[in-house]
C-alpha cells in the first residue's frame, strides 16, 4: 500500500476518501494489502489481506489469544477480524489486545533491533499462566518472533502466515 494513505489513516482514521482511494487501487488488479490499518477497506475492495491467515490460525488454535500491535491505528481493524475469526472457528477463549505503541519511535527511527526488543519485553511483561496464542499484528513486527520463542508460546506473523496460506492454495 501507498505510505501516504497509511499516514492518513494513522492521522484521520479510516474516512470515506482514504476508502475510496484504497479501492481504486485494488479494483480489477490481484492486491495484496499488507497494511492492518487498511485492511477492511482494501479487503472489500478485493484485495487479500495479509494478516487474515495469521488471525484464522490464531482462532482455529482453540487457546486464548494475545494480539499485539503498536500503531492505535490498527486495533479496531485488527480485533474487528480476530472476532470475526474466533467466532467462524468457534473458540470461546479470551482475546487479550495489548498495545506496545511505545516501540513504534523505534521502527520510525530505523531502529529494528530497539523496536522487536520492545516488542518482545512488552509481550513478555504481560504473559501469566495462561498459554495464548501470540499474534503479532503488523507485518513490520514479525522479527520479535524469534525473541519470543524462548516464552514456549505460538507466536504467529503475519508475513508467515500469509506466506504458508498462499503456498497451501497453491
Not at 503498536?70 to 473458540?91: D, G, I, P, W
Not at 513478555?124 to 503479532?136: C, F, G, K
Amino acid at each position: 500500500m501507498r505510505e501516504d494513505l497509511m499516514e492518513r489513516a494513522r492521522a484521520e482514521g479510516v474516512t470515506p476518501e482514504i476508502a475510496a482511494e484504497v479501492a481504486a487501487l485494488v479494483s480489477g488488479e490481484s492486491a495484496l494489502c499488507t497494511c492492518s490499518t487498511l485492511g477492511a477497506v482494501a479487503e472489500s475492495a478485493g484485495a487479500l489481506r495479509i494478516d487474515r491467515p495469521a488471525m484464522r490460525m490464531a482462532a482455529k488454535s482453540g487457546r486464548p489469544v494475545l494480539v499485539a500491535f503498536c500503531l492505535e491505528s490498527t486495533r479496531a481493524a485488527t480485533l474487528s477480524l480476530l472476532a470475526e475469526e474466533m467466532a467462524r472457528a468457534q473458540n470461546p477463549n479470551p482475546v487479550q489486545p495489548i498495545s506496545i505503541s511505545q516501540a513504534w519511535v523505534h521502527f520510525e527511527r530505523g531502529d529494528h533491533d530497539c523496536f522487536v526488543a520492545a516488542i518482545a519485553e512488552g509481550i513478555e511483561a504481560v504473559l501469566v499462566d495462561v498459554t495464548p496464542v501470540i499474534v503479532l499484528a503488523q507485518a513490520s513486527m514479525a522479527g520479535a518472533a524469534p525473541r519470543l520463542s524462548r516464552s514456549g508460546v505460538q507466536v504467529l506473523t503475519t508475513p508467515e502466515a500469509a506466506l504458508r496460506a498462499a503456498m497451501k492454495s497453491a
